[in-house]
């Protein structure tokens, strides 16, 4: 018996699956295969099996029968049935050897059955014989296929070669048919046609041309265009551009013509080059047409254009158009120059990424209702401009239309009200003032006249109350004495129990309401003084150390971090002692109130300025600060942050009235819950810049 090799001769690239519950003989079968060169994948039971099939796609199976679950012949049968597997070759592997199985196998799809255990060389031999079948019945059906592919494509080549003799015959009458239109269309078009060889000269021409030029066919044909328009035309214009066409290209262009009797005719000329069968260019079809009345037009239009926009770039407003996409489309000079844009940032933007109209894009926009048919709508808008500045404009709206009354768009003029409603808001400020300083006024003639009035009574109960309260503790004794004796009673509806607790509070409360309202009336006369202060040399450091004497208790048990810090040199102003003395120590109680415990402290500096030939007093406090939204207010008469302790609003206005009669200023600075500083300017009758070294806490 021949053996069969079992080294490949040649690298097979079929692929085998093997199907066997003992992984053993999947072993054996694996390397026997691989070594032949054959890509092999491996299934333990019938459902790995069907699984593999449809994913590997195999040439070839080696199949056990005798497996758990689904058996061989079950697998062979469900891969028959399938139309993408029922032509993978099967080869069955089995121990068993009787005839009924070996019929079954068949019978269902096998090719080929081995017996185990098996012979390797006979394994080989078999799955060669059929891989190199498959492989071969694979080839002889694609050959049929390709034959009777080759057999179906000669009968369409026939076929089509009928059919396109036919279409041939009938393309040449309607060409011939074509033709004749052509000729009529030629002949019978209002534009000037031609035809001119490679040597500029006409071999047709139609009879608009003829007739335009008052000429028979006889008298161009064989002739260049220099005879109609002259030889520097046709040197300079007409020439060139039949080199360009001649060279394959097409060419349009246009020249002006000076006729005979001094008028001119603008022609609008298209050379096409024309081809023959090679694709060689034999010439050159030309068709010209007369515009100058549409060029004429169109010059009326575009001065009428540039008219336009000179009116639309002179106007002081600012003008511009969006479409109805909302896409701004022009712009004049002054709306760039309002808003501080360039073109580019501009044209194409929509108009509701440019300004930020709250209301774009909803039903409420402005625009839209002009879209929707509104006529002209009229709004304010307001913007930072990139400079930072504010700007306030008033805006109308209204459609452009096209020749059919067709919405287009919306034109938009911008007037810049910026200074008119500053204008208007300082003079509603000036009236708002002259009604004040009228308030003022009034305060002023009300506070002279009244002041003496309440003065008088409350001087008597500032007396008497003290007076009152000594009787009151000389007859305590005595009632206590009638109390012991004779038990509680009671006085005006009271016990003398609760009496003897609450008398010594109501007088304690009355004498201190008499000292506020002597406060008021001395603070309401202050602010409406209007006689001179006597002016004379005032030293500013002595006025600061009085000042500071006077609140030294109340800077004591308030904080444990007070510093000032004195000029050396005296520092000589035109002023009053006293009011300056009263503004000080105004400012110094204000800033102790601020404080919110002991370890915050109040810092005072005195500072001239050779320069400007001033002096400088900041009062600093690391209190609770000031209100942003109360600023505005701290210099308004009855302005006051400490209503609940007693304040009476008057006490800024006045310090600020002082520092304002000493040709000074005041200035409020402040950090709400961190600091604030008090800055007073006054002006100098002298110059001094040396400072003493700060005196901190010594007060």
């Not at 490679?198 to 021409?205: A, L, P």
């Not at 001065?303 to 336009?308: G, R, S, T, V």
């Not at 008398?503 to 409406?528: G, H, N, W």
């Amino acid at each position: 018996m021949t053996e069969i090799s079992t080294k490949p001769c040649s690298i097979s690239s079929e692929t085998i699956l093997i199907v066997d519950d003992d992984p053993s003989n999947l072993t054996i079968l694996e390397a026997l295969l691989k070594n032949e060169g054959y890509k092999v994948h491996k299934a333990l039971n019938g459902y790995m099996a069907l699984l593999s099939v449809l994913k590997t796609k195999p040439d070839l199976i080696l199949l056990d029968i005798m497996m758990p679950v689904i058996d061989g012949f079950e697998v062979c049968r469900q891969l028959k049935n399938d139309k993408t597997t029922q032509n993978i070759p099967i080869i069955f592997l089995s121990a068993l050897n009787d005839l009924n199985n070996k019929i079954t196998a068949f019978s269902i799809g096998g090719v080929d059955y081995i017996i185990k255990p098996f012979q390797k060389q006979e394994v080989l031999a078999r799955v060669q014989t059929h891989t190199t079948l498959c492989r071969l019945q694979k080839d002889l059906k694609n050959q049929n296929i390709q034959l009777h592919q080759k057999i179906i494509e000669l009968k369409h080549t026939k076929e089509a070669l009928s059919s396109e003799r036919a279409n041939l015959e009938i393309r040449v009458k309607e060409r011939t048919k074509e033709l004749d239109i052509y000729r009529k269309i030629v002949s019978s078009s209002n534009n000037f046609l031609a035809f001119l060889d490679t040597d500029y000269r006409y071999q047709c021409i139609n009879e608009t041309y003829l007739k335009h030029f008052k000429l028979h066919d006889k008298d161009i044909t064989g002739k260049t265009p220099a005879v109609l328009f002259g030889q520097e035309v046709f040197n300079t214009i007409i020439k060139p551009n039949l080199d360009l066409c001649l060279s394959g290209q097409q060419v349009n262009y246009q020249f002006k013509n000076i006729l005979s009797n001094g008028s001119y005719q603008v022609m609008d000329v298209f050379m096409r080059p024309y081809k023959d069968e090679d694709l060689q260019v034999t010439g050159c079809v030309v068709s010209a047409r007369d515009i100058t009345e549409q060029r004429q037009y169109e010059d009326m239009i575009n001065q009428a254009y540039l008219e336009l926009d000179q009116i639309f770039n002179s106007a002081g407003d600012g003008m511009y158009l969006i479409d109805k996409n909302f896409s701004i489309i022009r712009a004049n000079s002054a709306f760039y120059k309002m808003w501080n844009f360039q073109k580019n940032q501009v044209l194409g933007k929509k108009c509701y990424e440019l300004f930020s109209y709250n209301i774009c894009q909803t039903s409420q926009c402005h625009f839209k209702k002009i879209l929707s048919g509104e006529e002209r709508l009229e709004f304010d808008y307001s913007a930072i401009i990139e400079n930072g500045l504010k700007k306030f404009f008033s805006m109308t709206a209204a459609p452009f239309r096209d020749t059919h009354d067709t919405i287009q768009g919306i034109v938009v003029n911008v007037k810049d009200v910026t200074q008119k409603i500053a204008s208007e808001k300082q003079e509603k400020i000036r009236e708002q003032q002259m009604i004040q300083t009228e308030k003022l006024a009034a305060i002023g003639v009300l506070s002279a006249g009244i002041a003496h009035e309440i003065n008088n009574p409350n001087g008597v109960i500032m007396l008497n109350v003290p007076m009152l309260f000594t009787y009151w503790k000389g007859i305590v004794p005595i009632l206590n004495r009638h109390m012991e004796l004779k038990g509680d009673f009671k006085s005006g509806n009271t016990l003398y129990s609760k009496l003897i607790e609450r008398v010594p509070y109501l007088f304690e409360q009355t004498l201190e309401s008499s000292v506020r309202i002597k406060k008021i009336v001395s603070e309401l006369k202050d602010f409406a003084r209007q006689d001179v202060l006597e002016m004379t040399e005032v030293n500013i450091n002595k006025v600061l150390k009085a000042a500071v004497g006077l609140v030294s208790n109340k800077i004591k048990n308030t904080t444990n971090r007070f510093k000032v810090c004195y000029e050396k040199d005296s520092s000589l102003v035109k002023g009053n002692f006293q009011r300056l003395e009263q503004v000080f120590i105004n400012i110094l109680i204000n800033a102790c109130e601020s404080l919110t415990n002991k370890n915050q402290g109040i810092f005072v500096n005195i500072s001239s300025d050779k320069k400007k030939n001033t002096v400088k007093i900041q009062i600093q406090d690391q209190g609770a600060g000031i209100k942003t939204e109360d600023m505005h207010n701290l210099f308004n008469p009855f302005f006051t942050t400490k209503r609940d302790i007693g304040g009476t609003g008057l006490g800024l206005s006045v310090s600020h009235s002082i520092i304002t009669e000493h040709r000074g200023t005041m200035t409020l600075e402040s950090v709400p819950e961190q600091a604030t500083v008090c800055t007073i300017t006054l002006p100098l009758i002298n110059q001094t810049i040396n400072q003493e070294p700060c005196e901190q806490g010594a007060i």
